[in-house]
């Protein structure tokens, strides 16, 4: 089969086994059931002389895959932080693959700029962030962090009459990076891209929720020797934690330092009255990043940065050449992104807002919260379980305790994981590990739009019964 009929029949394939895949959410486990042994036996199979039809390759590609896929798309996944996917968003993204459009320039999709333009302004409203900012739509907070971390490199060293995009790095006085010691790894990682290093990295130490320490924050800013860049955090991964940006940024800001901002799922505290109060002050701040795969499900990859100099992201991202027509009449993704050929993800995120509203953004955000905070509470009541740590957001943690006498740390950190292992085994639930301060937990992190009160329910009989 050529041409149009045969896409036609790939893709109602696809349709008929994602319709299944969705319909199986209630009933199928929610952990893996094959294993990696079964899964290469499957799927390793030599590339043949001739290829195949292709509904062919997604009959057998569904059906080689089966069990090796992680139910993280149903309202009982708790591990990590990962969201699913809102109908408007996958639909949207189904059509971004089939249009296939390249968004790395306007002239490849003046639709594709026009929606990313305009879900930018719609974001950038929704989280009462600076409106001259530019917004980036990049694969993940990963990216989003060297995005944005580009342009406070470039703007530090140009305060110090430094041009990085011309010279590099080599010769130029150290940037110093002044982080939460509770950080996520991605920050370190997009540290060490930019090619700054992980020694120039600080860790300030935090209080007992938390938040970075305002005496440390003003004792390392009173040197100023070198040019500095403040990360703060909006949701940190285990108890959803928040910098105190009212207090921190106007300190950074008088010292002449950048302050960045992980917002990766925190940044959506702000759409909502309940609970824009954690996040209060960032709008002080000079950059965001945040993630579109986790907090508004649309499907992976999404990520969203934001920087209030529009000119120094520019300045740290563009790049032109005479055979790229780029005439400004409309945005010019590369002169935002790290990429040059791009997926037009910006599609699904416009669907998802269109399909949410205000109301349904905050609404989300305000659901998800009150299940985690039912989850710790209803797990955390059950004989020999201990709740660590809840949150005004979406995550939490909980520890299972030894029932042995004279049990140690040791004994309790194993039986954790032992129950967590049991809870997945069973299928009617997932949660994660983690070791936090010191002790084994499981961690609780609900921002999947189908999570609801018999999810709840679910997951919380999934654990009496490991326990017992
Ligand atoms: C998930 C997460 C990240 C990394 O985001 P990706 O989308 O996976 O690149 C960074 N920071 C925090 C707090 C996160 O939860």
Known sequence: MLGTAADRTALARAFAHASAWLKGLDHRAVATTASLAELRMRLARPLAENGLDPSEVIDRLVADTEGGLLGSQTGRFFSWVIGGS????????WLTTVWDQNAGIRACSPAASVVEEVAAGWLLDLFGLPPESSVGFVTGTQMAHVTCLAAARHAV????????????????????????????????????????????????????????????????LADTSQPTIVVLQAGELNRAAFDDFQTLAPLAREAGAWTHVDGAFGLWARTSPVHAELAQGMELCDSWTTDAHKYLNVPYDSGLAFVRDAAAHRAAMTVSTSYLPQDGAARDQLDWNPEFSRRARGFAVYAALQELGRRGVAEMVERTSHHAQALVAGIGRLPGAQVVATSRLNQGLVRFLSPAPGATQDDHDRRTDAVIASINRSGEAFFGGVTFRGQRCMRISV???????????????AAR???A
């Open 447 to 461: 921002c999947n739009w189908r999570t609801g009160d018999a999810d709840v329910r679910r997951a919380i009989d």
């Open 157 to 220: 060293l140009s305060d110090r009459g430094w041009d990085v995009e011309r010279r590099g790095l080599s010769g130029s006085v150290p940037v110093r990076i002044l982080v939460n010691i509770e950080r996520h790894v991605s920050v370190d990682r997009a540290i060490r891209f930019l090619g700054l290093g992980s020694d120039s990295i600080v860790p300030l130490p935090v209080d007992e929720e938390g938040g970075i320490l305002a005496e440390g924050l003003s004792k390392a």
């Open 465 to 467: 019964a490991a326990l």
């Open 86 to 93: 809102l109908p408007s968003a996958m639909a949207a993204d």
